[in-house]
Antibody, heavy 121, light 106 residues
């Protein structure tokens, strides 16, 4: 069974750094793209970026380029989303999601449970 | 960037109704379109991909159609579990989501 298990909720202050994780299991981790999707409180879904763990090929939405870093450690089947300096506007639920088909970026057929990030002074 | 526009934003409906949600792309995306359902407090769920291909396990009352710039999601005989928010997503060039359509109880 394909599973994506995300790290737990975080409460941070503005300016702090953060790295959240998404561990894949039940499939070949290196063969499927994993995306990160933001959902701000009461708002819609925003595609942030995507990584192919097999070779770490990474793409970003222009809206998120330079704002976050997507990475993966294939030795432990885990993808990451990180910030170097959080802002209050980064408060949101963040989902990781796996592509439905190997070697294709989308659509996103399997989703993690979400990680709630709260940034407040 | 390819922009996706859904309509309506809110759709009041009753159990048993047939509902249709429209999604328009700012440029042609061929059939590179997916539909997702999101229940409150839960992760989105893929319903349809390549505009009209029903994902495994999704009830047949859901159907998708369209190509190019205009797409529709139709739910026949709305069930209680179908009251949720629906998003379209283009994946021709990276990916972008529509703003969502909330199907609510009339």
């Amino acid at each position: 069974e394909v599973q994506l298990v995300q790290s737990g909720a975080e409460v941070k202050k503005p300016g702090e750094s953060l790295k959240i994780s998404c561990k894949g299991s039940g499939y070949s981790f290196t063969s499927y793209w994993i995306a990160w999707v933001r959902q701000m409180p009461g708002k819609g879904l925003e595609w942030m970026g995507i990584i192919y763990p097999g070779d770490s090929d990474t793409r970003y939405s222009p809206s998120f380029q330079g704002q976050v870093t997507v990475s993966a450690d294939k030795s432990i089947s885990t993808a990451y989303l990180q910030w170097s300096s959080l802002k209050a506007s980064d408060t949101a639920m963040y989902y990781c999601a796996r592509a439905l088909v190997d070697r294709s970026m989308d659509p996103l057929g399997y989703w993690g449970q979400g990680t709630l990030v709260t940034v407040s002074s | 960037d390819i922009q996706m526009t859904q309509s309506p934003s809110t759709l009041p409906a009753s159990v048993g109704d047939r509902v249709t949600i429209t999604c328009r792309a700012s440029q042609s995306i061929s059939s590179w379109l997916a539909w997702y359902q999101q229940q409150p407090g839960k992760a989105p769920k893929l319903l349809i991909h390549k505009a009209s291909s029903l994902e495994s396990g999704v009830p047949s009352r859901f159907s998708g159609s369209g190509s190019g710039t205009e797409f529709t999601l139709t739910i026949n005989s709305l069930q209680p579990d179908d009251f949720a928010t629906y998003y379209c997503q283009q994946y021709k060039t990276y990916a972008t989501f529509g703003q969502g359509t909330k199907v609510e109880i009339k």
